[in-house]
């Protein structure tokens, strides 16, 4: 008993590393030594409990999206009206991006590489939440309660809304200035700004 704890411990201290080492350096830039140093272990050790930084991100991966689309699979079942699921979809999604600001170009350059390898096993069919939502706002849209808008285009301003200031982060802070505290602020803010801009837009 005292080993499973200590090994699942050491596995979790390496996790907390590499999100750390992977949001500093990103996918490309970061090596499996910052990883150790990052977690105060030697290399043969990590190799020991992870063969390679791309087995490290795919089960940082699938950790941060089985919590994530949990939480969403929530949201979409929920029986709620269609604007706060809107509200809390983004909400949600912006929360994810702020604890896992490395994933979106990594999953984009994943997907992008790999896209077999993805879908296999990193996405494992997760589009049935957004086929869901799409169903959702067609209803809503036939009874005229909504303006008539395409569920794809819908769902991409929505994500694409949420995830563009996490993948321009660098660019809008030099360009703003803003240091992490302010962009932090900012994302926050975008919380309410993005659904109140999308629902304006849906509204009769």
């Known amino acids: ?11 979790q201290k390496i996790l907390g590393a590499a999100k750390s ?22 290399k043969a050790l990590l190799h020991y409990y992870f063969k ?5 991100f795919e ?4 950790e941060a999206s ?7 699979n929530g949201i979409i079942d929920a029986d709620i009206p269609l604007f706060d699921k809107i509200e809390n979809f983004c909400s949600a999604y912006i929360d994810m991006l702020l604890q896992n600001p490395y994933l979106p170009l990594s999953v984009l350059n994943e997907a992008t590489k790999q896209p077999q390898r993805f879908k296999q096993k990193l996405w494992k069919n997760r589009e049935q939440i957004f086929i869901k939502f799409a169903h959702e ?15 794809a285009h819908l769902f991409m301003n929505m994500i694409s809304m949420c995830i563009f200031p996490f993948i321009a982060r660098p660019v809008w802070m030099i360009s703003t200035g803003m240091d992490e505290n302010e962009f932090r602020a900012f994302v926050e803010e975008r919380k309410k700004t993005i659904p109140q801009f999308i629902i304006e837009s849906l509204n009769k």
Do not use: H
């Open 1 to 11: 008993m005292v080993k499973i704890q200590k090994q699942d411990t050491t596995e």
């Open 21 to 42: 080492v992977f949001l500093e350096k990103g996918m490309a830039g970061a090596r499996m030594q910052d990883i150790a140093d990052k977690a105060g272990i030697n």
């Open 52 to 56: 390679s930084k791309e087995k490290l």
């Open 59 to 62: 089960m940082i991966f699938k």
């Open 66 to 72: 089985a919590l994530f689309f949990s939480k969403i």
């Open 137 to 151: 706002i067609a209803s809503e849209t036939q009874k005229r309660k909504i303006k008539s808008i395409d569920p």
